[in-house]
């Protein structure tokens, strides 16, 4: 099970949100350079130590670029601007091109809750197992997996990995005070989505959502006519417990009630 997240300041939004993605199921990626944390995506480089292995990189990886070109390459690669093109305007490149949705592996971590569901007047959809297969089977598709955590940006092998594998660990690592999150990111080419930033996605894959703990009345209500509608679609609650920090995830019908959701 992958959950998503989802805060907004104005209740009219987060309505509107809810029933962009639970209702419709239109899944919104964002640009990489737009992500919150501007020390996303960062890396070290590693060099090649001659132009024997630069060439062969290209032999097998960039066949159609020429000779000339590739000596002009390895010129920049072994002057003086090196950190600057590499560094720079390869993060640069990356950032403009890629579109990134974020999905949490777990619903039970309170932070979560109060980072990302605007302090738990927000909710989280839950998707099943099969919501990575329409996003594998679009167009704009180019990686997906978990995040891996470090205390380091990881060194990327630039001219000895393949291509993939540079993407996968700048895109895959993040720095390990975030490693609560317990983060699965799905990495899309921002030109093959629609206006927005927007892919869809069958209902069939959306299992239900879980409701903050001070989500507004009107949402829940909301959540279970979609309930009503949608015999497998399940709705379930925060639920902190007493005397002692944490919370559990309870499903809920339009009988349940709760007292003091205001203070959790």
């Known amino acids: 099970m992958l959950y998503k997240f989802i805060g907004a300041d104005d209740p009219a ?27 996303e995506f960062k890396h070290r480089s590693a060099y090649p130590e001659d132009y024997g292995t630069f060439d062969r990189w290209h032999d097998t990886f960039d066949v159609d670029r020429s000779r000339e070109d590739r000596r002009e390459a390895w010129r920049n690669l072994t002057g ?34 109060s980072h990302y569901s605007r302090a738990h007047t927000g909710f989280a959809v839950m998707f099943n197992d099969g919501v990575l297969e329409p996003f594998r089977h679009h167009a704009g598709w180019l990686c997906d997996g978990p995040v891996d955590y470090l205390s380091e940006p990881p060194v990327v092998e ?52 879980v409701l903050g703990a001070r989500i507004a009345p009107s949402l829940r209500t909301k959540a279970l006519s979609l309930k009503a509608a949608r015999p497998d679609f399940r709705v379930t609650e925060v639920s902190p417990r007493r005397g002692a920090y944490g919370i559990d995830i309870i499903d809920i019908d339009a009988n349940s009630t709760r007292l003091f959701r205001e203070i959790l």
Do not use: H
Request: charged letters at 20%; proline letters at 4%.
């Open 80 to 113: 003086g601007g090196r950190d600057f093109i590499v560094d720079y305007e390869q993060r640069l490149a990356n950032l403009s091109r890629l579109a990134v949705t974020c999905f949490a592996q777990s619903a039970d971590n309170f932070l979560m809750w």
């Open 13 to 39: 939004l987060l309505s509107q949100i809810f029933d962009s993605i639970v209702v419709d199921g239109r899944v919104r990626f964002t640009p990489a350079a737009r992500f919150n944390d501007p020390q």
């Open 158 to 209: 630039w001219f000895k990995e393949p291509p993939q594998s540079v993407t996968q660990k700048i895109i895959f690592s993040k720095s390990n005070q975030w490693a609560y999150e317990r983060e699965f990111r799905v990495v899309m080419d921002q030109l093959a989505l629609e206006a927005g930033g927007l892919v869809r996605i069958p209902v069939s894959s959306i299992a239900g959502v």
